[in-house]
């Protein structure tokens, strides 16, 4: 089966900080499981065409495309930085990107209008709000005033598709996860849906984004704009073979945020219906994470940098910590602390101590070149990852396979093999303990895929035989002075 995953697409007009990089390694992990067995086109990219790109350009004197190009290029620079996987990387101004959101534009033709309109709109959302669900006359989200727009602009028909999109939801058709977002959805969807303002006028836009087919003083609002990213990346105006392969013939899953869960169940949902296109498989919305228990903001001077942190610490603690910390479905807390206790406690002296104690005692013992003993143990660990894995419960198939290796440190202990002289007693306890590392590395992979990829290194290729090509600490203890 072919398998496409993607993430929202970012705003360029700032750097990524720690939680961009946490929902690109959620959608990695996704990424690597699936990739055993489908053919997995992973995608990711920038939103560039917003307002806020414009203004952020205006404030630091340069043009949009300058903005754009830099940040873009950070966000770009998290594949190396994290070990991501993903097979493209989409940025909204390509060419394949315009010419794609035109096409479903005139695709969706027969549900959009144009009409006079006065509305509250935020900026830091891209989005109109009604009067109602404003707090003290702001945006619930960020805090500011509402910028009054009164203009003449195109709407999609949503309201005629609010019976379809119900069914659509509530069977599953489109499975949003975790269930208490999709009962948000159903409960919001039921309070009736609006039809939606999808342009605005060039001159708001400053010049910047995607011209309405036949209509160059308009321009596509940004999340309509946006959202065909994960049809025009694969090719919608210009590989219909890659198009047909992932989105019509695949399935898909988009993996956001959950503040950005209505623009898919809703929105995107009925644009695709509109057009006559296959619908994604699953909606899976993450959680925030906060720092020392606060929300990561410029003015408070908490935004933790990915970039940095890697540098400290390594990719593979960094996605360990974001992984096993908490349920990628529910908000999570980073501190230094935290990260630093759980360093030293899991990786160092948990996974990385046991690897090198079963090396160290291979050496000792002088088993390398020993006919491995096969032993079909741990096969339901491996049967728990996996659907842990796929039900998105990513700590606890981490938890599982921390279980693990204290059940082999368990083991060791117990039979205390440096007191054996008996070859052949040493020969059998050291294939099970070779042949469950193996399974461990297995296991890593689509969550600590350096890790993972170091272990299988340090045994050798060759399976039938107890071996040690190299003893490199793995995650050498944090120390204080
Ligand atoms: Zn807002």
């Given at each position: 089966m072919n398998k496409l995953i993607t993430t929202a697409i970012d705003y360029v007009n700032g750097s990524p900080h720690l939680g961009h990089a946490l929902e690109k390694i959620y959608a990695d992990v996704y990424a690597r499981h699936l990739r055993r067995k489908n053919k997995v086109y992973f995608l990711t990219g920038t939103d560039e065409n917003s307002l806020k790109t414009v203004r952020t350009a205006e404030q630091e004197g340069v043009l949009p495309e300058e903005i754009a190009s830099k940040n873009s290029l950070r966000f770009y620079e998290m594949k190396e930085l994290l070990g991501l996987s993903y097979n493209d990387f989409i940025r909204t101004t390509e060419k394949r990107h315009f010419l794609g959101a035109q096409k479903l534009w005139k695709a969706c033709e027969k549900d959009i209008y144009k009409k006079n309109y006065k509305g509250l709109y935020c900026v830091g959302c891209e989005e109109y709000f009604k009067e109602e669900e404003l707090i003290d006359g702001c945006c619930?989200?960020?805090?500011t005033r509402l910028e009054e727009i009164e203009e003449e602009n195109y709407f999609f028909r949503l309201s005629k598709y609010e019976d379809k999109i119900l069914q659509i939801i509530e069977n599953n058709e489109v499975e949003i996860i975790p269930k208490q977002r999709k009962n948000e959805m159903l409960s919001f969807i039921k309070s009736g849906l609006q039809d939606f303002c999808i342009s605005r006028t060039s001159k708001r836009a400053r010049g910047w984004g995607i011209d309405v087919p036949l209509d160059s003083s308009q321009k596509m609002w940004v999340w309509f704009d946006a959202l065909s990213n994960y049809i025009t990346a694969l090719?919608?105006?210009?590989?219909e073979k890659n198009f047909n392969e992932f989105w019509e013939k695949g399935e898909t899953t988009h993996i956001i945020g959950k503040d950005i869960l209505r623009f898919h169940a809703i929105y995107w949902i009925a644009m695709l219906l509109s057009a006559g296109l296959k619908l994604p498989s699953k909606i899976m919305t993450h959680g925030f994470i906060t720092v020392n228990n606060q929300k990561m903001s410029k003015s408070i001077g908490n935004v933790i940098d990915p970039f940095e942190l890697v540098l400290k610490y390594g990719k593979d603690p960094v996605r360990y910590f974001l992984l096993s910390?908490?349920?990628?479905t529910g908000d999570g807390d980073f501190s230094y602390e935290k990260f630093e206790k759980k360093y030293n406690a899991?990786?160092?002296?948990?996974i990385g101590n046991l690897v090198s104690r079963i090396l160290t005692l291979i050496v000792k013992k002088d088993l390398i070149g020993e006919e491995i003993i096969y032993f079909n143990e741990y096969e339901d660990y491996i049967l728990k990852c996996n659907k842990h894995l796929e039900a998105f419960e990513f700590n606890e198939a981490l938890a599982l396979i921390w279980k693990m290796q204290k059940e082999l440190d368990g083991y060791i202990e117990e039979r205390k093999?440096?007191?054996?002289?008996d070859k052949r007693e040493l020969v059998l306890i050291f294939s099970k303990l070779v042949l469950a590392l193996r399974k461990i590395a297995f296991m890593l992979e689509p969550f600590l895929p350096e890790t993972s990829e170091k272990i299988l290194k340090f045994l050798?290729?060759?399976?039938t035989k107890i071996n040690v090509l190299s003893r490199e600490m793995l995650f050498p203890r944090i120390k204080y002075d």
């Open positions: 619930p989200i960020h805090k090719g919608y105006f210009n590989n910390e908490f349920k990628p899991d990786l160092s002296s948990g093999p440096w007191e054996i002289t050798g290729e060759d399976k």
